[in-house]
């Protein structure tokens, strides 16, 4: 499904360089973020939209005079700020992420007044309250489809699941709402963005289905069999 924001990103500055470690663990915040705002987003168009959290305000001075950066042109979309580092570090890790969620959403309900983009403020309410709903969980169904094994109708889909540090794909075949099985197809860090868009279909072709990628990957389409023992679908 195309997003209305193709790309949301999270960079943190020490002032001096680029925090790498903390960019790959928030990027799942950032992908929740993307989606929840493209479900409501339709103003001018934003393809990449960039949050950057600095440390001190001394790089942002010396480029641009003052202690944040705000830009737009061309569906490019920038904001730098400068965040308290020694109270965010001391956060456990769901502090954190609540913290950044915050800080995330007052900075585009800000840029939305300075841009006069108003729908960007709408969504952002939006975006902000619906990931509190989901206590900022950003996992999500990449892709699902419905199909038929043994004569009966389940749902195949693969989920994108994530933990402090990594990146799930997980297969589940479902049936009546309920996960009957469940298979780890691909796993890799955080701020692997090809993770994203690296799965394009599920089909199915008798008592099997195939997961199907981009050309670049070796190892896909893979092919996952099913078989029926005891009345119940296993894999086989």
Do not use: C
């Not at 001018?44 to 001075?61: A, R």
């Not at 983009?117 to 489809?145: I, P, W």
Request: glycine share 6%.
């Amino acid at each position: 499904m195309k997003l209305a924001i193709e790309r949301t990103l999270f960079g943190f500055n020490d002032g001096i360089d680029t925090i790498n470690v903390l960019n790959d663990k928030f990027t799942p915040l950032s992908i929740l973020l993307n989606r929840l705002l493209s479900e409501k987003y339709t103003g001018k168009k934003i393809k990449y939209l960039n949050l950057f959290f600095y440390e001190t305000s001394e790089k942002l001075q010396k480029a641009y005079g003052k202690d944040y950066f705000l830009h737009y042109y061309g569906g490019q979309f920038t904001y730098k700020k400068v965040i308290n580092y020694n109270y965010f570090l001391g956060l456990s890790f769901n502090g954190q992420k609540h913290f950044i969620w915050k800080e995330a959403y007052n900075m585009l309900q800000f840029a939305g007044d300075e841009l006069k983009n108003y729908n960007l403020k709408e969504s952002s309410e939006y975006a902000f309250n619906t990931g509190l709903q989901l206590n900022l969980n950003a996992d999500f169904r990449m892709l699902e489809t419905d199909i038929t094994l043994f004569e009966e109708k389940y749902k195949a889909s693969l989920w994108l699941n994530f933990t402090e540090e990594n990146m799930e794909a997980n297969f589940t075949l479902e049936k009546d709402n309920e996960i009957l099985l469940n298979k780890l197809v691909h796993s890799g860090s955080n701020g692997m963005e090809f993770f994203l868009v690296m799965f394009k279909k599920i089909e199915s072709k008798g008592n099997s289905i195939f997961i199907r990628a981009t050309k670049d990957l070796s190892y896909l389409p893979l092919q996952i069999n099913f078989a029926k023992k005891a009345g119940k679908v296993e894999f086989s």
